[in-house]
Nanobody, 119 residues
């Protein structure tokens, strides 16, 4: 079983930056597509960003384009989400997820880390 552990959340002022990390427990990490999702209070879960096993083909949701970037370090089994120019509407619990490239749904999820952006 793969475990994903997020870290790096916290409280930040609008316009500030945070970097989230997600460490995977097993070395299947290098084969998996990795992604970040978020869920704000009272809202549906939202796709934030994803990256392929090689670190290429990064994708991001429309609401974070140009402000957030995803990257991964396969040697460290870790994926990162750099969040810049944060807005109060970015406040949410952020989840790391992993999926086999042949699967359409994400196979593994972390417990989430809270990000709060104050105005």
């Amino acid at each position: 079983q793969v475990q994903l552990v997020e870290s790096g959340g916290g409280l930040v002022q609008a316009g500030g930056s945070l970097r989230l990390s997600c460490a995977a427990s097993r070395n299947i990490f290098s084969r998996y597509v990795m992604a970040w999702f978020r869920r704000a209070p009272g809202k549906e879960r939202e796709f934030v960003a994803s990256v392929s096993w090689s670190g290429g083909r990064p994708a991001s949701g429309d609401s974070v384009k140009g402000r957030f970037s995803i990257s991964r370090d396969n040697a460290k089994n870790t994926v990162y989400l750099q969040m810049d120019s944060l807005k109060p509407e970015d406040t949410a619990v952020y989840y790391c997820a992993a999926r086999d490239p042949w699967h359409s749904q994400y196979d593994y999820w972390g417990q989430g880390t809270q990000v709060t952006v104050s105005s």
